[in-house]
């Protein structure tokens, strides 16, 4: 029922912790999901950093922010800015380049309070990898939900259980928001190897917070379980739990660096050219500063070497 267990490594950004879960040296990239980084929990004290993320670039890739608690400002280069708040979701497609940044805005830095979500970065497939870049803000009414008997799900990004979420996607996905009561039982999409399923290939659970049964194994705040293709686990929540569901249809394999995704190491290579050589355009907002190049060898490593450096979000 279960191909493996992947948990979350805890990584200290100044102040902010995220816990890493993708990639992991030996499961790059679930469905399309190449990256996946819990921000938080925490919390603020008032007048700190909190959020403070310099312009930095993209290539190749979409991100997905969705927060539980508090609010990241976005701004790129596309002319974008907009504040991300709980149950929303900001989706911005690099394609062939796009540069960004997330801050917490002033007056929210002066309060203080509370800051906890998610993050992911989808792949693209190859013959969007170098699509125009561009920007998607849906508000939190504008998601497919369900709430009954202390069961509340979102479906945050993609297709499942018979309706569609807002959000453009380039692949067959799926990205389940679970917020479960004690006792609560519920189950992820059908995977593709059930017959008869129409399902997707690959499929995984995280616990954002709480502790979940699936078949007879307890898993707890921190942890992605990834699924067999045929397994159709019912999951129970021991106590109240937040619990992400995601998956899809693989692009094929794919470089990582930094903050870079793609099929094709030389395009890689040339997009940190373009980022040290300033050829690339910074946000209009917040054009003062930004995150330089990692000094790091330029070595090809194609999946499933590890990820050297680490990407610079916090996010």
Known sequence: MIEMVIDARRKDLGGFEVGRVLPFHSRRMVGPFIFLDQMGPAEFAPGSEAINVRPHPHIGLSTLTYLFEGEI????????????????????????????????????????GPMHGMQAWIALPEEAEEIDPAFWHHAEDDQPTYDNNGLFARLVAGEAYGASAAVKTSSPLFYVHWELAEGVRTAPPPGKGFVGSGGYSERALYVAKGEIEVGDRVFHEGQMIVLDPNAEPTVKAL??????????????????WWNFVHSKQERIDQAKADWKAGRMSLPTEDDIEFIPLPDVPSTPEPAPAPVKPEPTHPV
């Open 239 to 256: 106590r109240p739990s937040t619990v992400m569901a995601l998956g899809g249809e693989p692009v094929g394999p794919r470089i990582i």
């Open 73 to 112: 400002m976005h701004r790129d280069n596309t002319g974008a800015t907009q504040a991300i708040r709980p149950g929303e979701v900001n989706w911005m497609t690099a394609g062939k380049g796009i540069v960004h940044s997330e801050r917490t805005d002033p007056l929210k830095k002066s309060r203080g």
